[in-house]
Nanobody, 123 residues
């Protein structure tokens, strides 16, 4: 599967952005999806994940209550709605996929990665 992330940009603190990740292929509904981010000089870290059905989600503590992951299997797309953004959310955001019926939070478990989209939050 190929993944194409989009929706990044420059936003002021407190603002919102919605990231999208469009997937190719006809088996998108069998893939667990995740969002990760990598700030300058730091390792790529987990942000949010969603099960193949969309029925289960999981977030890292720092975004819980501010970010929402969702998916539309008819459109082969997963979303990350980001509200109340903070300067520390500044990073390149990557979507990831793996065929699985579970919610996956470990980077090493994902097989496919998008190219990343840059989110910059100014103070």
């Amino acid at each position: 599967v190929q993944l194409q992330a989009s929706g990044g940009g420059l936003v002021q603190a407190g603002g919102s952005l919605r990231l999208s990740c469009a997937a190719s292929g006809r088996t998108f509904s069998s893939y667990a999806m995740g969002w990760f981010r990598q700030a300058p000089g730091k390792e790529r870290e987990f942000v949010a994940a969603i099960s193949w059905s969309g029925g289960s989600t999981y977030y890292t503590d720092s975004v819980e209550g501010r970010f929402t992951i969702s998916r539309d299997n008819a459109k082969n797309t997963v979303y990350l709605q980001m509200n109340n953004l903070k300067p520390e959310d500044t990073a390149v955001y990557y979507c990831a996929a793996r065929q699985s019926d579970r919610v996956l939070i470990l980077r090493s478990l994902y097989h496919y990665w998008g190219q990343g989209t840059l989110v910059t939050v100014s103070s």
